[in-house]
């Protein structure tokens, strides 16, 4: 994916931003941007639960991903892969939410 915001703060007169560290960069295969970007867009959609101890994250709300348009315009076996993805970088999301 191009990196535009150089061009972008140019063509509005603005200085350009500053480009993070390295440590907080990472790498995203082409083949799972897709779950990415339909996890991120279901980043209002979480179930949580608060109580006397604080907030615990349970998760993502499926019904939300399952009605989701790029999700359900997905063959069903597509629908397979990405749930899969989805969950993994729910797994990975929910250990750092919860500690």
Excluded at 18 to 26: K, L, S, Y
Excluded at 74 to 95: C, R, S, T, V, W
Aim: aromatic share 12%; glycine share 8%; hydrophobic share 40%.
């Amino acid at each position: 994916m191009e990196d535009a915001r150089a061009a972008d703060a140019e063509a509005f007169g603005i200085a350009p931003p500053e480009d993070p560290a390295d440590e907080t960069r990472c790498e995203v295969w082409a083949e799972h941007w897709s779950a990415l970007e339909l996890f991120m867009g279901l980043s209002t959609q979480w179930r949580v639960v608060a109580g006397m101890n604080g907030v615990f994250m349970y998760g993502l709300d499926y019904q939300a991903l399952y009605g989701h348009p790029r999700y359900s315009r997905l063959d069903y076996d597509a629908q397979d892969e990405m749930l899969e993805q989805i969950q993994q970088i729910e797994a990975g999301a929910l250990e750092v939410l919860n500690s």
